[in-house]
């Protein structure tokens, strides 16, 4: 049981607009601004997309853009493309117990 | 730019201790960030077990932290994972990365398969 909690399938068409939610609690999303999320696609390494919420690394398409609201994060995918199906993992500090990081169970992106 | 290699054991006996290191190329681990480790079972969500400042302050996964053991070697540019007393549901695919601070994983090696079995 993961301590962020991740629909588990997510699906769009070609061109569409798609939200992942992650929702933790005060202590982790809601507590820093310290939310990321990664692609990941079959048999690799998972990728970071964004970070600090709503920050895109260099090099990252400005389709990807996050956002928080209380104890939720989201990812939105706009203008959704084949090579966007993937799995996607929301992360996120928590000072719960000991500093650490906390990993949402994933979900995956059908492109229809 | 940065690169990070696995290497290490492929299989594991129970009761053992997994070790595994992680060579940086591009970037001198001394000069900052932090550096961990996150696993993947089979099938499976990631998993994040710890990491380690430059300068030596480790953060564990609290699950995890009577077991682990990070710690870097600078002169040789790598960090190292050791999880003792594993079992089958150790089981997963270790990857190391470069933490750009707040847990976020900026670089990643391709990761190696770890099967804990007798």
């Known amino acids: 049981q993961s301590a962020l909690t991740q629909p588990a399938s997510v699906s769009g068409s070609p061109g569409q607009s798609i939200t992942i939610s992650c929702t933790g609690t005060?202590?982790?999303?809601?507590?820093?601004?310290?939310v990321s999320w990664y692609q990941q696609h079959p048999g690799k390494a998972p990728k970071l997309m964004i970070y600090?919420?709503?920050d895109r690394p260099s090099g990252v398409s400005n389709r990807f853009s996050g956002s928080k609201s209380g104890n939720t994060a989201s990812l939105t995918i706009s203008g959704l493309q084949a090579e966007d199906e993937a799995d996607y993992y929301c992360?996120?500090?928590?000072?719960?117990?000991?500093?650490?990081?906390?990993f949402g169970g994933g979900t995956k992106l059908t492109v229809l | 730019q940065v690169q990070l290699q696995e290497s290490g054991p492929g299989q594991v006996k129970p009761s053992e201790t997994l070790s595994l290191t992680c060579a940086v190329s591009?970037?001198?681990?001394?000069?900052?960030?932090?550096w961990g480790w996150i696993r993947q079972p089979p099938g499976k969500g990631l998993e994040w077990i710890g990491s380690?400042?430059?300068?030596?302050?480790?953060y564990y996964n609290p699950s995890l932290k009577s077991r682990v053991t990070i710690s870097v070697d600078t002169s040789k540019n790598q960090f190292s994972l050791k999880l003792n007393s594993v079992t089958a549901a150790d089981t997963a695919v270790y990857y190391c990365?470069?933490?750009?601070?707040?847990?976020?994983?900026?670089?990643w090696g391709q990761g190696t398969l770890v099967t804990v079995s007798s």
């Open positions: 990365a470069r933490d750009r601070g707040g847990g976020c994983s900026d670089c």
């Open positions: 591009g970037y001198s681990i001394s000069s900052g960030y932090y």
């Open positions: 380690m400042y430059h300068s030596g302050s480790t």
């Open positions: 005060s202590s982790d999303v809601g507590g820093y601004n310290y």
């Open positions: 600090d919420v709503s």
């Open positions: 992360g996120s500090y928590t000072s719960s117990s000991t500093p650490h990081v906390v």
